[in-house]
């Protein structure tokens, strides 16, 4: 049973009266694996916990039975301070009676001697002030001492630690020390969903031609030898060749799918599907690694039962304003405004976003039904449901080449039926009324942002700038989002999880739109840790500014990633950069946004986990929040934009 499994920990965690096994030396290659723990993010290393002793011995712990120096510590009966006590005291470098560190072993890049670095690393949370180091520098080299396998240099891992290490006479400042982002310049693998597939083995050259993309089937083990493609049909695996930022589209919709998906730099894998090219193959992705097999029968197998659509609410055909409220009855429902509209209505409400939710309304679904009620876009939507049935193409849906032809009609049809003069009248004079400069109009539909089927970046959003809107431009731009239900993507995504598009409404969302120039930073979190389940928290992808999204994906640019942990010190949040942005014309010298504001996040995305879930954020659970938010520096404001759950 893994060590971050929640049956693990059983309900007296962190650990039971196990006796876990320790060394006082390290000698041998053997005698370190024997020990290290092998982790796969945020990048691939082996690490051993160690701890100097208030007695003065060293502990090498045997860190595959045990991950956390409380638990060694209490269940050898050498601490007798509470967990909340220990981490308090001994994290927060005030008051160290025992130097409790980590040795790690990275395994994706080499430092400047061609080597394979190991280095000696402390707690994020620990600032490493000079007057608290002369202990930890004693640490640092009885444990080098003790350590024979190689030379350990130490890697800070917080600004914090960087800011104090570099003043004058820091008890540190001799020991060697290791470029702290060097690791994640080379990371040449990462794994987003684990699992294997079967499949006939594709190289696509460049991702960034949609007609590569058209032929692509639910059977096919697709490798993207050049780019990132802003969207991607059903396949049976996705490996990229560049690294893809770890919260895009392309990522959430593949842990929805449960499709297979990493990145995967190394010429060796490039090679093993190349070889295999236009034959069947299975691939085997864990945290790790990849494996590539040729086989000569395909062993896929079928999907689970598909996602519970409600039934849209074709009566409610007038924008509806959105209102505080304590009284989650008086919300309206996801039968009138999707998934994602209700759950900012909901979001809303639950952080206090009382200026942004009163020039936030919705266009409920029965507008749209009302609008594809008329007889040819019926007709044509029927036509299509019939051709390609939920029923048949469940599990392998077809190409995008055989559906376009058909759903561009259908999206023609919507496009040329024209929209009630007095539902755009009211819209107009609504959006007139929020006093904003622009808006976006985004798609909520009730196959979108709900559990089982988050739609990431299927449909389509408008943007207006209201000074120069006319009621004809509005007008397209309420039926370009409708429309856009109709988009390959979408149908193909709906045909896969075995939804019936007949059954899929529309509403749309009409929110404030903030430029590029207003934003300070945009990114997403996650509330769980992707690192170590045994340890929650928020993970956080952050751009500087608008104009890169951290949902978007494009190649050579990385957000920045940072974990705001909250499991050591009861209503404490502990920020902890993992890694810098990366990209042209982005400065990686220090982070993009102030960690109080990630750690105020947290705060907020506990408030919504618990609004959303129903339990609080911890360790385990099949499902987390996916939030996007934005900062808007000149206001000093935290904006939530939406949020959905998302399986962990």
Known sequence: MPPWSPQYWGESWPGTTRTPSYASSIETMAKWESYA??????????????????NGEVYFIDTKKTQHHYTFLRDNNMETMTLEDFNRTVYSGEDRHQICATIVKYGTYRDNSNAYPWTFEMVPTDPLEPETCERVALAFRKIQDAFKCAQLSFRTTSPSQRENLSKPNHPLASIKQADPFAIYDGKTYSCFVVGSACGTARVIEDANKLESMESLTSTDIVFFRKGIPNELPVVAAAIFAEPLPPLCHIVLL?????????????????????????????????????????????????????????????????????????????????????????????????????????????????????????RPVSEAITAVCNLFPSSRYQNSPPTIKSVRPHLDKIRHLIMEAKVCDDLVSAVENMIRESGVGEIILRSSTNAEDIQGFNAAGLYHSEVLKVSTMTSAALETAIKTVWASIWL?????????????????????????????????????????????????????????????????????????????????????????????????????????????????????????????????????????????????????????????????
């Not at 999707?338 to 759950?343: D, L």
């Open 254 to 374: 593949c842990k929805n799918r449960k499709t297979p998906c990493c990145f995967d730099t190394s010429a060796a894998t490039e090679a093993a599907i190349s070889q295999r090219a236009g034959k069947l193959a299975t691939v085997d992705l864990s945290k790790l690694k990849i494996d590539v097999h040729q086989v000569v029968v395909n062993t896929s197998s079928k999907r689970q039962e598909p996602p519970r659509l409600v039934t849209p609410d074709r009566d409610l055909t007038s924008p509806i304003r959105f209102f505080a409220t304590d009284d989650a009855a008086s919300i309206p429902s996801v039968a009138q405004l999707g998934g994602k509209a209700r759950a900012c209505f909901v979001l809303n409400n639950k952080v206090g976003q009382t200026d942004f939710q009163k020039q936030t309304f919705a266009i409920p679904m029965g507008c749209y039904l009302k609008h594809i009620s008329r």
């Open 488 to 648: 390959p993507r979408g149908f193909l995504e709906r045909l896969y999880f075995g939804l019936d598009s007949t059954q899929v409404g529309m509403c749309i969302l009409v929110q404030p739109y903030f430029n590029n120039d207003s934003i300070g930073a945009n990114g997403v979190a996650v509330t769980s840790n992707p690192i170590d389940k045994s340890k929650y928290g928020v993970y956080v992808t952050t751009f500087g500014g608008g104009f890169q999204r951290a949902t978007d994906s494009i190649s050579g640019v990385q957000p920045e990633q940072a974990m705001v942990h909250m499991s050591r010190v009861k209503g404490q949040y502990e920020y902890e950069l993992l890694a810098p942005s990366r990209g042209p014309n982005i400065d990686s010298s220090k982070p993009v946004c102030n960690p109080q504001i990630l750690e105020y996040l947290a705060y907020q995305c506990a408030v919504l986990h618990l609004a959303f879930l129903n339990v609080p954020i911890s360790r385990g659970g099949d499902l987390a929040l996916d939030i996007e938010w934005i900062w808007l520096e000149n206001e000093y404001q935290l904006l939530i934009l939406q949020a959905r759950p998302t399986p962990v």
């Open 37 to 54: 723990l092998e982790l796969a993010e945020p990048v691939r290393c082996s690490v051993v916990k160690v701890l100097l002793h208030v």
